[in-house]
């Protein structure tokens, strides 16, 4: 028999897809968000309950598809002129929203009495925010235009930079050398690369639709363009040092004062497809076994928590000049932190620097924070037009 | 590291997506179809020239997707009543279309001294016709309401149920036990199950849309439904025994008179994106180092010429009540064989019954099959509207 069966990608998606719209509904019903309801299918079908389902590459990759199309949507929606506005006050938000998780989640872990290296790398796994569960939950309340909402969405693309360093700093740290000129290469080019893409973007991607879309002969001209513009900057965003939804948001956001109406529909179709599957595949990561074990429950409980005060007293802080209302929205808004920090815990593994429960922890940490945004999200932000 | 690269997603999808539209746009600038491009990108980037990527399980996943889509696409424009009428006819030209060229690749093989078993394989092998590209070039010419290709759109559903029935009898004849009652029951699922969805899924969709859609409080709710029916009826093709796509094309006609603008356009844009993998995967697949063999050169020019005229034969003879220009363009629109020979062949090498060289040659038939049908089409059909 062949070694793929026939029946592999469609009952995948009817798996995923149906149980997580199903889900939704239900949460809909119960007045509690629909994502959660998704991530929640998750782990009704995962190896937790079910056993229908579990992580394997196709469902990963569709995973970082939906991810890819979200972040791009959003960018579409994302003026550049009220997302450079907020820039500034932006990258206050994120310092302040690094600093302090890291500190928190280290300091638990010091006084855990772990090793200086595992203490740094929990440290790392809780600075990264996730920003794609923010995005939509901010879509979905219709308030994506407010102007707490633009500095989360600065303010994540930021962060990204930020945990990426921190990253690289505590990986070769780990290795027993830190290479100043290394970091301060991946420093300069993430940042060039964001900011060149922020402030180049828009007049570039205006003048390469407006002269090539006419002189093309293949079909949806404007939409094949408008895609290889989203991969080449995912995959540029890649070689500059940071996650590819940093590349799919930009090129987004580059595109928003050109592209017509057909191309959001058209982009928002496979959106709505594929994200199901990073949802869905976060509640699947989720390993309710390790918290058997009395002593991992507090320690999850103890970073969980850590991980939702600091990030939200880190960034509320750095928000402080918006007012409280605003200094409190994008708090809640960083709150989510999701793949990355799944991500710095698989690194730490396979250094062998982090055990077994530790990594559970981690993805712990990063689903219950991801549970627990949107709720918050629809308590402090105004819902603006019903769906 | 991370077992998967950031990299992997964004990259593959840049590569083939953007490949495939360049080579697209340069062969329609020689006045060449663009779907040939897109298949000569895939022969380009593959492990044949360029080495950039080569079949993996993500690749041939995005490729399932594509075809899923396009299928579902097609079955969106088709309405189930000309379908219907085009039903008797189209099983007349399935049965021709089939009975040929099982003779034909059979034949060929037992007068090169193969073994029956291996000659019958590599005549079931040659029987299915693959609709995806005949469906994309039409679409392109803007002919898919013409009565020949409504009857080619009915005959490859038939094709496809008969393929699978030539396939079940020849592995159960290679195992060395032909067992008539299973084979009866498979056909009868398979029928049924078609018959059943043409006759009963446009009425019931109709109910199911205008009664669930207002009732829903999720987003996108007409969208989200119209996959989930096609996820399902592409799930419950396979435990018919048929393909996937043969249920996702079902589901687009079940719903063609439902649906609103707004899911074609959301539907569009996954098809859109991931088409291009079957088509460059097409290419990517066909390995040209066999043909360096001057006696497996001139075995398979013998195959795909055998291939390329019992299908046009035999189904022009079918369709010969509709006058000879319609029998023409049924025949040529029959031609692509696709995935379905290759997996035959795969099975056949599973089973140790086909040699590598033989395999590599039902790959080169299914893409030079594949590569001359559109340029055909184009001259058989005529353009009613240019893109």
């Known amino acids: 028999m062949p070694v793929e069966s026939p029946l592999t990608i469609p009952l995948s998606l009817l798996i995923i897809f149906g149980v997580a719209k199903l889900m939704a509904e239900i949460f809909e019903r119960l007045r509690l968000p629909g994502i959660v309801g998704e991530i929640v299918a998750g782990v009704l079908v995962g190896p937790q309950v079910l056993h229908w389902l579990e992580p394997n590459t196709i469902l990963s990759a569709f995973s970082d598809l939906g991810l890819i199309f979200l972040l791009f949507r959003v960018g579409l929606e994302v003026r550049p002129s009220s997302f450079r506005r907020a820039g500034k006050l932006a990258s206050l938000v994120a310092v302040c929203g690094v600093i302090l998780p890291f500190l928190t989640g280290a300091g638990i872990m010091l006084l855990w009495r772990a090793s200086f290296v595992e203490s740094c790398f929990i440290g790392v796994a809780m600075v990264a925010t996730s920003v794609g569960i923010t995005a939509k939950a901010l879509a979905e309340q219709g308030a994506l235009h407010m102007p707490a909402a633009q500095v989360i969405l600065a303010a994540a693309v930021y962060d990204d930079i930020l945990g990426l360093l921190a990253l690289a700093l505590v990986t070769s740290f780990a290795r027993g050398a830190v290479r100043p000129f290394e970091l301060l290469f991946t420093a300069v080019v993430a940042i060039g690369f964001t900011m060149l893409t922020l402030?180049?973007?828009?007049?570039?991607?205006?003048?390469?639709?407006?002269?090539?879309?006419?002189?093309?002969?293949?079909?949806?001209?404007?939409?094949?363009?408008?895609?290889?513009?989203?991969?080449?900057?995912?995959?540029?965003?890649?070689?500059?040092?940071?996650?590819?939804?940093?590349?799919?948001?930009?090129?987004?956001?580059?595109?928003?004062?050109?592209?017509?109406r057909r191309v959001h529909d058209m982009t928002g179709g496979v959106t709505e497809v594929f994200l199901p599957f990073f949802l869905a595949g976060i509640g699947m990561r989720l390993d309710l076994a390790i918290f058997r074990d009395t002593s991992t429950l507090l320690l999850a409980s103890l970073i969980i928590a850590g991980a939702i005060v600091s990030k939200l007293a880190g960034c509320g802080l750095g928000a402080l000049s918006m007012g409280r209302t605003d200094a409190l929205r994008v708090g809640v808004g960083m709150i989510p932190r999701g793949e990355v920090g799944m991500v710095v815990a698989q690194i730490g593994a396979a250094m062998g620097v982090i055990p077994h429960n530790l990594y559970g922890i981690v993805v712990a940490m990063s689903v219950v924070t991801t549970l627990a945004a949107p709720p918050l999200l629809r308590a402090v932000f105004p819902r603006k037009h019903p769906d």
Do not use: K, N
Request: glycine share 6%; aromatic share 8%.
């Open 199 to 260: 402030h180049w973007g828009t007049p570039v991607m205006q003048r390469i639709l407006r002269h090539l879309s006419p002189r093309l002969r293949i079909s949806e001209t404007e939409f094949a363009l408008a895609m290889v513009v989203l991969f080449a900057l995912s995959v540029l965003a890649v070689f500059a040092g940071v996650a590819p939804i940093v590349g799919a948001f930009l090129a987004g956001m580059a595109m928003s004062e050109s592209v017509e």
